[in-house]
């Protein structure tokens, strides 16, 4: 009977750990941070993620700035489409976009955080092209209907496994993109 407290205690942290982690997993917080931006007046930050362990999907939540939890606002994108690319806030701080590497970009309302619709930004490439010629590293709003994007050219690497990733290449290039959002479809 040596064995039961021993047992026990092994029982006891593995169901202490597993019960801290899953929600902790579930609601978000543990993720990487691969984009952040800071609203006008400084008190909220976007934030977009991507999963642990396999990181295929990709997030934006907002949260009090400098904080560690806060509120999912939607999906940005997957591996397919493009991992994040940039966050920026309207200069009055109604708006947040959010965009794939590859171009697809999600415009948010911030007090409301409801998804106001999605658009192909056209500057980057051809719609639905994967991969497209450019990366999107930088946004800005030029105005509550325009963007300014910045871009790298796409260039592959080779990983060790000899699959091709890609990186920016040294061609950065500026360009304006008018807000012309394809609506969210209702959910009734």
């Known amino acids: 009977m ?28 543990i993720s990487r941070e691969l984009v952040v931006a800071v609203s006008p007046d400084g008190s909220m930050e976007a934030v977009c993620r991507g999963w642990y362990p396999d990181q295929t999907e990709y997030e ?51 007090h409301t955080m409801e998804l106001q619709g999605t658009q192909w930004l056209h500057a980057v490439g051809e719609p639905g092209t994967v991969p497209t010629p450019r990366i999107v590293t930088a946004l800005a709003f030029d105005s509550p209907s325009a963007l300014r994007l910045t871009m790298c050219s796409r260039q592959p690497r080779p990983r060790p496994a000899d699959t091709p990733y890609f990186a920016c290449g040294p061609s950065v290039t500026t360009a304006a993109a008018a807000l012309e959002l394809a609506r969210p479809r209702s959910r009734h």
């Open 2 to 29: 040596w064995f039961v407290k021993p047992a026990l205690a092994t029982i006891v942290v593995v169901i202490g750990t597993v019960g801290c982690l899953v929600p902790l997993y579930l609601g978000g917080y």
């Open 60 to 110: 934006l939540w907002l949260r009090p700035e400098g904080g560690w939890f806060g509120r999912r606002l939607g999906n940005v994108g997957s591996e397919s489409i493009g991992r994040c690319g940039a966050v920026a806030w309207s200069n009055d701080g109604s708006l947040i976009a959010v965009s794939t590497q590859s171009g697809l970009l999600n415009v948010y309302e911030a």
